[in-house]
């Protein structure tokens, strides 16, 4: 059922796994594994977290390769979860508050979206082990933490002008590949005899020399499927071309027609019948701003997390390998 992933999507799981053998050993859900803090992390909410992380993955797991999978991650889960419960902690105390009428809101547009009724956000809630109660508090966690990140981080980041003309000058294939050619070409088959390829190639060429039209040209000779459109290849953009026919055209001029030349399949011959410049300095702008940014916030978030991390009070009471 759709809904059962939308759910998953949204928030962890909190989907009851109340006991749990791993290998040989059980593990007690209940036991204390760190403490952030003056808040107490057990087995129970790290495996809790794994159920919805794996939710998907796990489906047609057997009951052992679930265990060994869970057993494989728990430590990564806890790091993860610590941070969490640290980003929550640090919610509060800066006091960022989300209100029940924000949470019943975004729930209302969670059943809008995706046309469920009430009685169906319910058994979907019960399918993935929710009760309503606490769907709403991981929900209420999850949009804290988003909030938490756009006032402390996305908020500050700022892309400069600057940074981004430095970075396509840097990379220049990104204007390029917004720009190319139309082409026609006539094609010739590569055969067992190169220099009966290559004469073939080198009386068309004269033809066209000779004033020959290349459409009709094309039609007669080419051996390729465009030869039923006289040859018509259309618009090509320069990022999408081979390095032998980017050299070719690099030289020419609209209107122009190339001498033969090979590729690894055969014999070419292009006419340009126009070089196309589209302008999309304005997107491209954007698009390296967003990529910009997006690495400049991964950077900061890390940072941002380390300096939590190194306030806080952490003890891990289980083994780390």
Not at 53 to 58: D, K, P, Q, W
Request: aromatic fraction near 10%.
């Amino acid at each position: 059922m759709r809904y059962i992933k939308i759910l998953s999507v949204m928030l962890f799981a909190f989907t009851s796994i109340c006991s749990i053998a791993l290998a040989s050993e059980p593990v007690l859900l209940d036991k204390i594994v760190a403490i952030v803090n003056k808040e107490a992390i057990t087995w129970s909410d790290i495996y809790k977290a794994m159920e919805f992380e794996f939710s998907e993955s796990h489906r047609n797991l057997s009951g052992d390769e679930k265990k060994q999978l869970f057993k494989k991650n728990e430590l990564i889960f806890l790091e993860s979860f610590i941070d969490m419960r640290l980003q929550l902690q640090e919610a509060q105390r800066i006091g960022i508050f989300i209100s029940p009428d924000e949470i019943e809101s975004a729930i209302k547009s969670l059943k809008e979206k995706y046309s469920m009724t009430d009685d169906m956000f319910i058994i979907t809630l019960k399918k993935e082990g929710f009760t309503l109660d606490e769907y709403k508090k991981k929900l209420q966690e999850k949009i804290t933490v988003g909030r938490l990140i756009d006032q402390e981080i996305r908020s500050r980041i700022v892309i400069d002008d600057e940074s981004i003309s430095r970075y396509i000058s840097q990379n220049k294939e990104l204007i390029s590949q917004y720009d190319g050619y139309n082409l026609s070409y006539i094609f010739i088959k590569k055969s067992n005899n190169r220099s009966s390829d290559e004469e073939k190639a080198r009386n068309i060429f004269n033809k066209l020399k000779a004033g020959e039209d290349f459409a009709q040209t094309a039609m007669k000779y080419s051996e390729d499927a465009t030869a039923r459109s006289g040859g018509a290849i259309g618009l090509i953009n320069k990022a999408d071309l081979s390095e032998e026919f980017s050299l070719v055209l690099s030289k020419m001029k609209a209107g122009d027609i190339s001498e033969p030349f090979w590729s690894a399949n055969g014999i070419h011959i292009l006419r340009l019948n126009a070089i196309v410049t589209t302008d999309k300095s304005r997107q491209i702008n954007e698009q390296i701003r967003q990529k910009l940014a997006e690495e400049k916030f991964m950077k900061v978030y890390k940072n941002w997390l380390k300096a939590l991390r190194e306030r806080a009070y952490i003890q891990i009471l289980v083994q780390q390998h």
